[in-house]
């Protein structure tokens, strides 16, 4: 028995790290990053468990915190595609970002979408 309540409690401790670093993770590499180390910590704090019925404090503080990265995570996905959507349809941006883009790189944003095969 001791040698299972040794390893519950590596389990909720790699599982509190990797829900420590998941929100950060969202900030610095969104999109990828946050799933996979949110989803890990969710797993990790449900098998360091064991056979209890409920979770430990670090444990529960581990599946919360992967929880929310996701959500973080999401909310920033939604946050990054509703802008994109607004700046592509309202024809004062179009115009300001295919000027950007024309000084940058040679080329319009239609050219750009076109190139794309988005248009």
Known sequence: MQREAYYMKRLENF??????????STLLIPVFAPFVLGSMAIVFAILSKGGRLRFSKRGRSAFILGITAIILNIGYLWFA??????????P????QLSQ?????YGMTLEELLEQLHLQ
């Open 92 to 95: 004062a941006a179009r115009e």
């Open 81 to 90: 595609f509703r802008t994109v959507r607004s700046t592509l349809s309202d």
């Open 15 to 24: 599982a509190f790290f990797l829900g420590a670093v998941s929100i950060p």
């Open 100 to 104: 950007i883009l024309y000084q940058q």
